[in-house]
């Protein structure tokens, strides 16, 4: 099978193309035939040799295949969860090695959902690392109805799928984007909008319970004035050091960095709410498999609408 590997950590020069063998499965795994792997930034961070974690904790191979998310068909099982010709999506393995970059992955049946039979293999491939986040995320701060929710980057690929996230669980939801997306950003169902480009939040908005950060420590700073006392922020990018933990102090503000994990019980709620049509994919763009590194390339530029996946 075709697979890509990363030679060593740098550019996108360095992921290749190389024929492998089928990867056998273990107990409790079964075997996809991948149609769908979708882009993050995680994959090129990682691919540089940085990220949340450093390109030599998940791996002290020479030759790593990236990738996490993927949608595909069972052509194995040694699980009792899904039967060979299953349409199964999920988010393989992280933090780890996923291997998702290959024509066929061994992945834990755990870890996965059957794909709702409403979507594409497309949409389900996305629909996996950027909702898990958010669902994550907004599990661990307890939202609730009527809960007053400022979502940063509401445009991306966390960003959009976390506006519909908030919304269905009832919040009141504050968008941040570029007043280009903000149309987009609009048809999400936020409340209100804030192109951060020309509006300052102290300016827009106040008295927020909940601070998802997808940008980085300036936009934690900038975000506190906002913050209601005894409010919360949750970045998915920048970890707590001192310095900023000690600025969340006279706000009386409840602030951490948490990371996705793989989860087949969200999977499978997440799968509920596809096929419902109370969540959707926005899929802005596809590539082919010999287009990897095009992909990096675009989820590097930090200008994604929504999602991007690679074909297989």
């Known amino acids: 099978m075709k697979t890509i590997v990363l030679v060593e950590p740098g550019s996108t020069a360095n992921l290749k193309i190389k024929e492998v063998s089928v990867p056998e499965i273990k107990i409790d795994e079964v075997l996809i035939k991948v149609k769908s792997i979708s882009i993050n930034p995680v994959d090129a961070k990682t691919r540089q040799g940085g990220g949340v974690y450093k390109y030599g904790n998940v791996s002290k191979q020479t030759e790593l295949v990236l990738g996490w998310d993927i949608s595909g068909v069972v052509t194995e099982s040694k699980s009792g969860l899904f039967n060979v010709g299953d349409e199964v999506f999920g988010m393989v393995n992280f933090p780890g090695v996923g291997n ?38 907004f599990t661990d701060a307890g939202i609730k109805k009527g809960d007053r929710v400022l979502i940063h980057a509401a445009s991306g690929g966390v960003g959009h799928y976390a506006v519909q996230l908030a919304k269905y669980l009832g919040a009141y939801v504050i968008g941040t984007s570029s007043a280009t997306n903000k149309d987009f950003v609009l048809s999400l169902g936020v409340d209100e909008h804030i192109d951060y480009q020309t509006q300052t939040l102290a300016d827009s908005t106040k008295d927020i319970d909940f601070v998802l950060d997808c940008l980085g420590p300036d936009n934690i700073i900038n975000s506190l004035p906002v913050i209601k006392n005894g409010g919360k922020i949750i970045s998915i990018v920048t970890q707590f050091n001192d310095a900023l933990t000690e600025k969340l102090k006279p706000g009386n503000i409840d602030g951490k ?31 082919s498999f010999d287009q990897m590194a095009e992909a990096h390339e675009q989820i590097e530029s930090a200008r994604t609408v929504g999602k991007i996946v690679v074909n297989v």
């Open 100 to 137: 998702a970059y290959a024509e066929y992955i061994a992945a834990p049946a755990e870890h996965l959902a059957l794909k709702p039979a409403e979507i594409s293999h497309d949409e389900a491939a996305a629909a996996t690392l950027a909702p898990l986040t958010a669902l994550q995320v």
């Open 257 to 287: 960095f948490m990371l996705v994990k793989s989860n087949g019980k969200d999977m499978h709620f997440l799968a509920k709410l596809l096929a419902e049509g109370k969540l959707k994919s926005h899929v802005s763009k596809t590539f």
